[in-house]
């Protein structure tokens, strides 16, 4: 997006009308603000764009970048407290290992903070 582009749409967002910024900035003219309108749609059409590399990871991790439900989660560190490996669990959920990790981690603290043990949810650390 052109800066002009950008600077009338900051404008927009901020409130002003039509005639407000072409006070403001008096070198535009109301095709300057048409046609920044026309930038941002090109870059809103553009947002969902093929991307040859999230295709790749959707195919083989079809839940990559989803929102994690609580049947997840709870599967998630069930199969980790069994010993499952990480990347059994990746495809068990469709999954990228990374994400299986990081949300391993995110638990791991959680439950440092609630005072849980890490090997068994149901009991507090006394430690």
């Given at each position: 997006?052109?800066d002009?582009?950008r600077?009338?749409?900051?404008l927009?967002?901020s409130?002003?009308?039509?005639e407000?910024?072409?006070?403001?900035?008096?070198?535009?003219?109301y095709l300057?603000?048409f046609?920044?309108?026309?930038?941002a749609?090109?870059?809103a059409?553009?947002a969902?764009?093929?991307?040859?590399?999230m295709?790749?990871v959707?195919?083989?991790?079809?839940?990559?970048?989803e929102?994690w439900?609580?049947?997840e989660?709870a599967?998630?560190w069930?199969?980790?407290?069994?010993?499952?490996?990480v990347?059994?669990?990746?495809s068990?959920?469709?999954?990228q290992?990374?994400?299986?990790?990081?949300?391993l981690?995110?638990?791991r603290?959680?439950r440092?903070a609630?005072?849980?043990?890490?090997?068994d949810s149901s009991?507090?650390?006394e430690?």
């Amino acid at each position: 997006m052109s800066d002009q582009g950008r600077r009338i749409l900051e404008l927009i967002g901020s409130g002003h009308g039509y005639e407000q910024i072409l006070k403001v900035e008096n070198r535009l003219t109301y095709l300057d603000i048409f046609a920044a309108a026309r930038e941002a749609l090109d870059v809103a059409d553009g947002a969902g764009a093929f991307d040859p590399k999230m295709v790749e990871v959707k195919r083989r991790y079809p839940r990559a970048y989803e929102r994690w439900s609580e049947a997840e989660d709870a599967e998630l560190w069930e199969r980790h407290l069994d010993g499952i490996g990480v990347e059994e669990i990746a495809s068990s959920l469709r999954r990228q290992p990374s994400a299986i990790r990081s949300r391993l981690e995110k638990h791991r603290l959680m439950r440092q903070a609630m005072g849980w043990r890490d090997d068994d949810s149901s009991e507090w650390d006394e430690s």
